[in-house]
């Protein structure tokens, strides 16, 4: 029980919790989180395409537990955020801020000039963090998403790679 108490408490320390790339061996952990943060999850083989046709894809990862996942692909100076998830129980932490600042330090590798993204406009925790970080929104994309019973839009949002704050 004291173990368990102890490993419980170690994994909320943000030093306890390793970045690393994507394995296939992550996919069934990534699948999870996806499910439980989006109401109409990518597939579990689109992941792996991502993972076989080169994106850039990161977990973070707390013992054995993927905490969170971030993938980014590039086409020419442009970079797209494809997806990003934090599992429910490690969410408030700060580890969607990191995963999203390892992505820009990726594409600001990958000498990309602007990225960006899409988000459901009813995504509000998603929307903050995205502002916070300086992308602002674009494009309204109307019927974008599915939802249960229909469509809803999205947000196309884009920064700058480059900027002087807001960045890590
Ligand atoms: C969006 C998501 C990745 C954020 O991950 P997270 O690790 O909880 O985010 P962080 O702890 O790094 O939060 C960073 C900032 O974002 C904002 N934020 C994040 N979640 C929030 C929430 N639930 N309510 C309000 N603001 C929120 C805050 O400004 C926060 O800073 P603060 O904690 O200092 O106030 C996470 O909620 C998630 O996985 N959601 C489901 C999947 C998803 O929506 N992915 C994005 C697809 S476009």
Known sequence: MLESMEQVFLTRQPEQVHLRRMQESDLEQVYQIEV?????????????????????????????????FGIISFSGDQAHIMNLG?????????????LMSHLLGVAREQHCRHVWLEVRRTNRPAILLYRELGFRMKEILKGYYATRDGTQSGLLMSRPVAMHSAES
């Open 36 to 68: 439980a943060g989006q109401p109409a999850p990518w597939p579990s083989w689109y992941f792996r395409r991502q993972l076989r046709d080169g994106a850039s894809c990161w977990v973070l990862e707390s013992g054995r537990t993927i905490a969170g």
């Open 86 to 98: 934090v599992a429910p129980a490690y969410r408030r932490r700060g580890l969607g801020r990191r």
